[in-house]
């Protein structure tokens, strides 16, 4: 099973990530979880995404790449849901078996994200916060899935990225039932 933890602040205004939540709502095993629509008070209810969790084998956090990192309701659902005790309890991580696999798109081309380039790091680099993060909770980190130059990108490039997405969905899925 899967969870779609999707963080967009005005999903009804996106062309990039209301495209990707489309291509996951209807995939059997997915749970599309949109925050904003769940908390627009943004008062999590942090048990209930606990459960949600340890529900699902594979976690997806879908958003777009906001100054270096997620948005801040997503980061508000880390903080509060990551909790010692339930995550991690001392150097012991609690959520082993379980997979985060980031999904993200950026404004800047592609080049801009390299040693030396307009953002000075390569996107490894700038999502090794996430990738720390699955680590210190047991989490697998998959290979993150990213779409450069949302503004420059053309309805093939989106539906071919789109189909990258659901394969990626659709995979996981065939592993965790295999």
């Known amino acids: 099973m899967t969870l779609v933890l999707?963080?967009?602040?005005?999903?009804?205004?996106?062309?990039?990530?209301?495209?990707?939540?489309?291509?996951?709502?209807?995939?059997?095993g997915v749970t599309l979880h949109d925050l904003h629509a769940e908390y627009?008070?943004?008062?999590?209810?942090?048990?209930?995404?606990q459960r949600l969790v340890e529900e699902h084998s594979l976690i997806v956090f879908q958003f777009?790449?906001?100054?270096?990192?997620?948005?801040?309701?997503?980061?508000?659902?880390?903080?509060?849901?990551?909790?010692?005790?339930?995550?991690?309890e001392g150097a012991t991580p609690l959520l082993t078996g379980k997979?985060?696999?980031?999904?993200?798109?950026?404004?800047?081309?592609?080049e801009a994200y390299r040693e030396g380039g307009f953002h000075r790091f390569p996107m490894s680099v700038l999502l090794a916060p996430l990738e720390n993060t699955a680590?210190?909770?047991?989490?697998?980190?998959?290979?993150?899935?990213v779409l450069h130059d949302v503004r420059g990108v053309t309805d093939a490039e989106l539906a071919e990225h789109v189909e990258r997405y659901r394969d990626v969905l659709a995979s996981s899925q065939a592993c965790l039932t295999a």
């Open 99 to 110: 997979t985060l696999q980031v999904v993200t798109s950026t404004g800047g081309v592609e």
């Open 40 to 49: 627009p008070d943004r008062n999590l209810d942090v048990p209930r995404e």
């Open 64 to 88: 777009p790449f906001h100054w270096y990192s997620v948005p801040s309701l997503l980061k508000q659902w880390m903080d509060e849901v990551l909790l010692k005790g339930w995550a991690y």
């Open 135 to 145: 680590h210190r909770v047991g989490m697998e980190f998959a290979p993150p899935l």
């Open 6 to 28: 999707l963080d967009h602040p005005n999903l009804a205004q996106s062309r990039i990530n209301a495209a990707l939540a489309a291509a996951a709502r209807d995939l059997p």
